[in-house]
C-alpha cells in the first residue's frame, strides 16, 4: 500500500518559535490534509489541499501542497503553549478513496 | 453539536471474552471509519462503510468485525480479543469518503489481558 513518511518524528521548541514539518509519499496524491490531536483527544482537521502547489492558511497555520504531488508542508509560525500535540499529515491518490495516514510528529513545547 | 459519539471511552477485559465498542453520528454522514492508533504507527484503518450495508476491509483488519445497519450507527466488533488488540481505537466519518475530510470521535482506550 501507500507510504507516508512525515518528519520529523518529534519537536522539542520554545514558545515564539517558529515550527516546519513535511510528509512525503512514494506515490502522487490528489489530496493533502493536516490534523491535529490535543492530549486525550481524536484527531482534528487543520487544513486540506486539493491543488498541487496549493498554499493555505489557517491563522498561524500555513500549509502547501507539494509541487511534484508527493509532499505536503506545514508550518506553524510563533508556537503557543496550545500548539502541543501530534500533527498527522494524510493523502488520498487517484482513482484510490482510501486516506493513508503518517506516523505523526509530536510537537513539545520546553517552558 | 455536530459530533462522532464512542463508547466505552476506556475498557480493560480478557483475552477471548467479545465486546463492541459503538460508533454514532449526527451530521448524516454517508462515510463512517474504523482506526487503531498505536505508539510509532499513526492511524491504521480497521475497516470502513462508504453507506449503510457497504462495508470493507482497511489495513488491518484481522480480528474484527463491523456492521451498518442504520446510516448513524457504526459499531466495532471484537468476537475474541487478543493482547495484540491492546490500542487506542478512533471511529470518524465524513459527509463522503472522496473528500477525506474526516470527523473524528474522542477514542477508546482498550486494553485486553
Known amino acids: 500500500g501507500q507510504q507516508l513518511n512525515q518528519s520529523p518524528q518529534s519537536m522539542f521548541i520554545q514558545e515564539g518559535e517558529d515550527v516546519s514539518m513535511n510528509c512525503t509519499s512514494s506515490?502522487?496524491?490528489?489530496?493533502w490534509l493536516w490534523y491535529k490531536q490535543d492530549p486525550g483527544e481524536g484527531p482534528v482537521l487543520l487544513i486540506a489541499?486539493?491543488?498541487?502547489?496549493e498554499l493555505t492558511s489557517n491563522g498561524r497555520l500555513t500549509a502547501q501542497f507539494g509541487i511534484t504531488r508527493k509532499d505536503s508542508f506545514l508550518n506553524i509560525s510563533a508556537s503557543i503553549p496550545s500548539d502541543v500535540g501530534i500533527y498527522f499529515c494524510a493523502g488520498r491518490g487517484f482513482g484510490n478513496e482510501k486516506l493513508t495516514f503518517g506516523t505523526g510528529t509530536r510537537l513539545t513545547i520546553i517552558p | 453539536e455536530a459530533q462522532v459519539t464512542q463508547n466505552p471511552r476506556y475498557l480493560i477485559t480478557v483475552t477471548g471474552k467479545k465486546l463492541t465498542v459503538t460508533c454514532s453520528q449526527n451530521m448524516n454522514h454517508e462515510y463512517m471509519s474504523w482506526y487503531r492508533q498505536d505508539p510509532g504507527l499513526g492511524l491504521r484503518q480497521i475497516y470502513y462503510s462508504m453507506n449503510v450495508e457497504v462495508t470493507d476491509k482497511g489495513d488491518v483488519p484481522e480480528g474484527y468485525k463491523v456492521s451498518r445497519k442504520e446510516k448513524r450507527n457504526f459499531p466495532l466488533i471484537l468476537e475474541s480479543p487478543s493482547p495484540n488488540q491492546t490500542s487506542l481505537y478512533f471511529c470518524?466519518?465524513?459527509?463522503?469518503?472522496?473528500?477525506?475530510?474526516?470527523?473524528f470521535g474522542e477514542g477508546s482506550r482498550l486494553t485486553v489481558l
Open positions: 489541499l486539493y491543488k498541487a502547489g
Open positions: 506515490s502522487i496524491f490528489n489530496t
Open positions: 470518524a466519518s465524513s459527509l463522503v469518503q472522496t473528500t477525506g475530510e474526516l470527523f
